[in-house]
């Protein structure tokens, strides 16, 4: 079982950039599915962006597309998401996820280990 740890959230103004960080532990995350999802509140969880096991080009929801960035450094165990050019839309709170499927899904219910989420605020 892997356990993720979020970090790097802040407040941040509009046009400005951050990126997050989820330290993994117990397994290494090159055997898990990776991606970000993100709560704004009143909302539902939702996918942001995320890489298949052995994937090496990383797929986005069309709301983050040329702006995001997602890396995954197996050796360190670390997984990031890179954002710019933020949006006050983009305020939420983002969570790390790992899946034990091969592929990149995009549903909460295929994600089977999760982070504490770090929270972002995007200011106008």
């Known amino acids: 079982q892997v356990l993720l740890t979020e970090s790097g959230g802040r407040l941040v103004q509009a046009g400005g950039s951050l990126r997050l960080a989820c330290a993994a532990s117990?397994?290494?995350?090159?055997?898990?599915?990776m991606a970000w999802f993100r709560r704004a509140s009143g909302k539902e969880r939702e996918f942001v962006g995320g890489?298949?096991?052995?994937?090496?080009?990383?797929q986005f929801a069309d709301s983050v597309k040329g702006r995001l960035t997602i890396s995954r450094d197996s050796a360190r165990n670390m997984f990031y998401l890179q954002m710019n050019d933020l949006k006050p839309e983009d305020t939420a709170v983002y969570y790390c996820?790992?899946?034990?499927?091969?592929?990149?899904?995009?549903?909460?219910?295929?994600?089977?280990?999760w982070g504490q989420g770090t929270p972002v605020t995007v200011t106008s």
């Open positions: 890489i298949s096991r052995s994937g090496t080009v990383p």
């Open positions: 117990g397994q290494t995350i090159s055997t898990y599915s």
């Open positions: 996820a790992a899946s034990d499927y091969p592929y990149l899904g995009m549903l909460t219910r295929e994600y089977h280990y």
